[in-house]
């Protein structure tokens, strides 16, 4: 059974940052399309940051030039650097990943950002 497992996640203040990481098991993580989301409280989960089997990102509007997804296929991890915080950035961040195989979609149990002073 395919297991996301996020990790980083935590208070810090405004302005600062913070690395969140995903490791992916029993998937072919070379292939499979990983994504970051989040969700804030009484809101909708939406999407921060995507990477392609191929390296492809895409970000939201809200985190472009602050936030940075990468892979590493080696170590079947994904990463989300996050620098310039805001309060509007605190939220519980999810893992996803799409199988390259069956198209599947799998989540992490998620991770808490919490930004503020």
């Known amino acids: 059974q395919v297991q996301l497992v996020e990790s980083g996640g935590g208070l810090v203040q405004p302005g600062g940052s913070l690395r969140l990481s995903c490791a992916a098991y029993r998937i072919r993580f070379s292939i499979a399309a990983m994504g970051w989301y989040r969700q804030a409280p009484g809101q909708q989960r939406e999407l921060v940051a995507g990477i392609s089997s191929g390296g492809t990102t895409n970000y939201a509007d809200s985190v472009k030039g602050r936030f940075t997804i990468s892979r590493d296929n080696a170590k079947n991890t994904v990463h989300l650097q996050m620098n310039s915080l805001k309060p509007e950035d605190t939220a519980v961040y999810y893992c996803?990943?799409?199988?390259?195989?069956?198209?599947?979609?799998?989540w992490g149990q998620g991770t808490r950002v919490t930004v503020s002073s």
């Open positions: 996803k990943a799409v199988s390259g195989v069956s198209a599947s979609e799998y």
